[in-house]
């Protein structure tokens, strides 16, 4: 799993925890959301807190590829993870380079690892330009990117992930031309990933299902900033966490709801959501001013290219906000109250 926890990273992370069917091999790390050290810190503490310690961190880009880095503390708060306060982790970063963890567990494990990237794209970049038979190497790749004939969230026409890294997003796209189908990438984009859209009633069901004894009311005519009192650990700092992503939204005229972009991508990685895909050539801006970081996808076949991703063009929020509550509350039930 590649990251820049990240609220809805953090519930990415937290639900991959909670399948008992899935091995998170190794977590690896790169400048988003905050920078690339606290994406590290706030993946351990979270691991921590989820009682999963032992599962390697890693850090890997720190800038993109060619461009400056841009942060987004706005969004998700001067930490990542909005107004949850995590301790400082006890398992140290591993010494290892993200590239190194990419390369070294694809060549270790050939045809048995899901790779699921839900930040820019710089540190699978830079792997496949030191290993370029990772598509082949991975079972699977599911990326967390890309607007394609829908509004960005970062301009007009770009999606954040891929506004990061354009020219990292578009080497790795251009990686996967030619590739047989089974083996491109399954892109969740913002056309379907918007469509998770957490509300206050998906909160309080989560502390139902943890077992807590106090509803989890996290409400709009609240103040903003109200910590969660709940007695599960784990709902209190998903809660803290996803209250700033949803005054994030209102501020910005979306209502009081907290897009969960990764979270979605991480159903679809273990295939516990329905969804349905389209093969298309995908390309990305990296020369305009006005459209730096645009992804288009052509699904004729215009340019003349073969596919090299499967865009999600449908999903069901309803069934995933099931799963997620379902699986996350189980495990944040299985790890008590205080």
Same mark, same amino acid.
């Given at each position: 799993?590649?990251?820049? &926890? %990240?609220?809805?990273?953090?519930? $990415?992370?937290?639900?991959?925890?909670?399948?008992?069917?899935? #091995? *998170?091999?190794?977590?690896?790390?790169?400048?988003?959301?905050?920078?690339?050290?606290?994406?590290?810190?706030n993946s351990l503490s979270l691991l921590e807190l989820c009682g999963r310690e032992g599962i390697e961190v890693a850090v890997g880009a720190e800038v993109p590829l060619e461009i400056p880095l841009v942060t987004t503390e706005e969004t998700h708060g001067?930490?990542?993870i909005g107004y949850a306060e995590l301790p400082a982790p006890a398992?140290?970063?591993?010494?290892?380079?993200?590239?190194?963890?990419w390369v070294e567990e694809a060549r270790a494990h050939p045809g048995e690892i899901t790779g699921l990237i &839900? %930040?820019?794209?710089?540190?699978? $970049?830079?792997?496949?330009?030191?290993?370029?038979?990772?598509? #082949? *190497?991975l079972k699977g790749l599911v990326i967390m990117g890309g607007s394609f004939y829908y509004q960005g969230n970062t301009t007009p026409t770009a999606e954040w992930n891929t506004a990061v890294d354009p020219h990292a997003a578009k080497e790795v796209y251009t990686a996967y031309r030619g590739m047989?189908?089974?083996?491109?990438?399954?892109?969740c984009a913002l056309d379907t990933t918007e469509r998770i859209e957490m509300l206050p009633e998906h909160l309080r069901r989560l502390g139902e299902a943890a077992g807590a004894a106090e509803p989890e009311l996290v409400l709009p005519e609240q103040p903003e900033g109200l910590r969660s009192g709940s007695s599960s650990p784990l709902v209190a700092c998903l809660s803290d966490a996803i209250r700033f992503y949803m005054e994030f939204h209102r501020l910005y005229d979306q209502g009081?709801?907290?897009?969960?972009?990764?979270?979605?991508?991480?159903?679809?990685?273990?295939?516990?959501?329905?969804?349905?895909?389209?093969?298309?050539t995908v390309d990305v801006e990296t020369e305009s001013p006005l459209l730096a970081g645009t992804t288009v996808a052509d699904f004729r076949g215009l340019w003349g290219l073969p596919p090299n991703a499967r865009i999600v063009t449908g999903n069901d929020p309803g069934q995933c906000f099931d799963e997620l509550i379902a699986s996350v509350g189980a495990l944040a039930r299985s790890l008590g109250i205080r």
């Open positions: 799993m590649d990251v820049d &926890t %990240g609220i809805d990273d953090a519930l $990415a992370i937290v639900y991959l925890l909670s399948r008992p069917e899935v #091995r *998170l091999q190794a977590i690896t790390c790169t400048a988003g959301n905050v920078g690339a050290r606290q994406v590290a810190l001067p930490q990542g398992q140290a970063i591993s010494p290892r380079h993200a590239v190194d963890v &839900t %930040g820019p794209l710089t540190n699978f $970049a830079l792997a496949l330009r030191r290993e370029p038979e990772l598509p #082949r *190497l047989p189908e089974d083996k491109l990438p399954v892109v009081y709801v907290a897009h969960m972009h990764d979270a979605f991508a991480a159903c679809a990685a273990v295939g516990r959501t329905p969804f349905s895909t389209r093969l298309a």
